[in-house]
Nanobody
Framework: QVRLVESGGGLVQPGGSLTLSCSVF????????MGWHRQAPGKERDLVAG???????NYADSVKGRFTISRNNAKNTLFLQMNRLKPEDTAVYFC???????????????????WGQGTLVTVSS
């Protein structure tokens, strides 16, 4: 099993910075991709930034050049550095992991998503 715990959210003024952390507990060997998503009130949950299975990164257009995703594999932690924050960045930010779960001896597998509980980021003066 894998468990994700986010931290680092809070209130920040427009133009400010914040760093989110996602600590990963459990069977990390099964994780093939990780990322950050966010959900604003009344809106759908959308991808903010992520690492794909080949290690490359992708970002939502709205955060390119302002947000940076990184990870510390030794400490099983995923980060999201957020700079030049805007009021429209206000949302609950979720960490997500995609796991490859082998289901039989032939190696057949299924993909499973694991989500953290979320951390609230509020950008306001």
């Amino acid at each position: 099993q894998v468990r994700l715990v986010e931290s680092g959210g809070g209130l920040v003024q427009p133009g400010g910075s914040l760093t989110l952390s996602c600590s990963v507990f459990g069977s990390t060997d099964s994780i093939v991709a990780m990322g950050w998503h966010r959900q604003a009130p009344g809106k759908e949950r959308d991808l903010v930034a992520g690492f794909t299975s080949d290690g490359s990164t992708n970002y939502a257009d709205s955060v390119k050049g302002r947000f940076t995703i990184s990870r510390n594999n030794a400490k099983n932690t995923l980060f999201l550095q957020m700079n030049r924050l805007k009021p429209e960045d206000t949302a609950v930010y979720f960490c997500k992991a995609e796991r490859k779960v082998v289901v039989n001896v032939e190696g057949a597998y299924v993909m499973r998503e694991v989500w953290g509980q979320g951390t609230l980021v509020t950008v306001s003066s």
